[in-house]
């Protein structure tokens, strides 16, 4: 797929929930980010080991048809650009805040799994003005818990595999990078499938994406988001301070993360839901879409209700 300036052009008369392509330069970095649908702004934050093609098949066509969608690709993922530096989430979340503003959204429903959660805590707790409801998938933020799956012997998800890649992808010295690289469809390959229920959730097509993106030059990078969680679990500690209050909805796949997500989140947050979503591993948005879809629209139409 080649990213063009503006996918879409001018005038062109195109279905409600087609999808457009966009680049934009925010906070000094390019950003890629696709866009459909009409209506509230709904902001979809990817994790690692995906980009904003993990919302594609099912979620961002079923959401455009009430809302207008915006889904980016995070610094160093996907098609942005993938500098050196700033995968701390304060910076991340910023890049996103400025594209929202170049969109002219002054107030939007959120949306993050994995590391896209963290990312939309942090923006969430910057900007809590300009959040309506935040949605946080499968993660356990830096400073309120993430730790502790990094001690030996390793934590365990919802089926006793043990959580290993943590402390492995926050080794120094470029060490994770030189093993993984020349070998990114395997890693990504073990990745979607050893944290999944269902391991035929992510198709062929879609790890062919995956793999295009992150063994591009630079797309490694992203393992970064990793190394950063001692700067964020001090950053987050401090937003803390001041608990969010807009509702949030958490989820944990029964088979990974579980009801722990809701659980820490009540930690930084006053009005918190959620829960364990059965026959459900790291990846709710492809292994249960249906399920996701429903609750995403139930949550934000508490507003219209």
């Known amino acids: 797929m080649t990213v063009e300036e503006e996918h879409v052009a001018v ?25 459909a ?60 805040h400025q594209l929202v503003q170049h969109l002219g959204c002054s107030r939007i429903f959120l949306v993050g799994h994995d590391f896209g959660a963290s990312t939309a805590y942090a923006y969430a707790a910057a900007h809590p003005e300009e959040v309506r409801r935040l949605v946080f998938l499968e993660m356990i933020l830096p400073g309120f818990g993430y730790e502790a799956a990094m001690q030996h012997p390793f934590a365990q998800d919802g089926l006793g595999r043990a959580i290993w890649h943590l402390g492995f992808l926050d080794s120094p010295y470029g060490i994770p990078e030189a093993l993984i690289s020349g070998r990114e469809r395997l890693f990504l390959s073990w990745f979607h499938k050893h944290f999944a229920y269902d391991p035929a959730a992510i198709s062929e097509a879609d790890l062919d994406e995956y793999v295009r993106c992150y063994s591009s030059p630079g797309g490694l990078r992203a393992l970064q988001y990793y190394s950063t969680h001692y700067s964020d679990a001090a950053y987050f500690r401090e937003l803390a ?40 591993g790291h990846w709710i948005a492809d292994e249960r879409p249906d399920y996701l879809i429903d609750q995403l629209l139930r949550f934000f139409g508490e507003e219209r209700s």
């Not at 904003?52 to 098949?57: G, I, L, N, V």
């Not at 160093?76 to 500098?83: F, I, N, R, T, V």
């Not at 301070?241 to 947050?269: H, Y």
């Open 11 to 35: 005038g062109e008369q195109m279905p409600e929930t087609a999808l457009r392509h966009h680049m934009v330069k925010v906070n000094g970095i390019r950003i890629h980010y696709v866009t």
């Open 37 to 96: 649908g009409r209506g509230d702004p709904v902001l979809l934050l990817h994790g690692f080991a995906q980009t904003w093609y993990e919302w594609r098949r099912r979620i961002l066509p079923a959401l455009a048809e009430q809302y207008t969608v915006i889904a980016p690709d995070l610094r160093g993922a996907g098609d942005s650009e993938k500098p050196l530096t700033g995968y701390d989430k304060k910076t991340m979340a910023e890049d996103i």
């Open 241 to 280: 301070k001041m608990l969010l209050t807009m509702p949030v909805l958490a989820l944990g796949g029964a088979a990974f993360l579980g009801d722990g997500v809701r659980q820490e989140m009540e930690k930084v947050a006053t009005d918190v839901r959620g829960g364990a979503v059965d026959q459900c």
